[in-house]
């Protein structure tokens, strides 16, 4: 993330959570929305932007902590180095 982020390809926004806890939004630049939309065009196969266009759709509202905790319940062996309990 950090490299992406030095290189102007994301933005990382700090948003309170729940208590005192902070979380984290990132977001294409336009640099970063360029390099995915030449990745999608030209490296891509069909197949592969439909699944690409499901997963958006699916998982694009979940917060990066939304995602980690579906990641963790659906494939627990993932947890084994988790921040969050058990």
Not at 31 to 47: S, V
Not at 56 to 69: A, I, K, S
Request: without cysteine; aromatic residues 12%; proline residues 2%.
């Amino acid at each position: 993330m950090t490299t992406l982020h030095n290189e102007h390809i994301i933005e990382e926004h700090t948003q309170r959570a729940k208590g005192t806890a902070i979380g984290y939004q990132y977001q294409l630049t336009t640099k970063g929305k360029k390099i995915a939309q030449d990745i999608i065009e030209k490296q891509l196969t069909l197949k592969e932007r439909k699944t690409l266009i499901e997963y958006t759709q699916r998982f694009g509202h979940y917060t990066p902590t939304e995602l980690l905790l579906y990641v963790y319940h659906r494939y627990p062996e993932f947890t084994r180095y988790s921040i969050f309990e058990k």
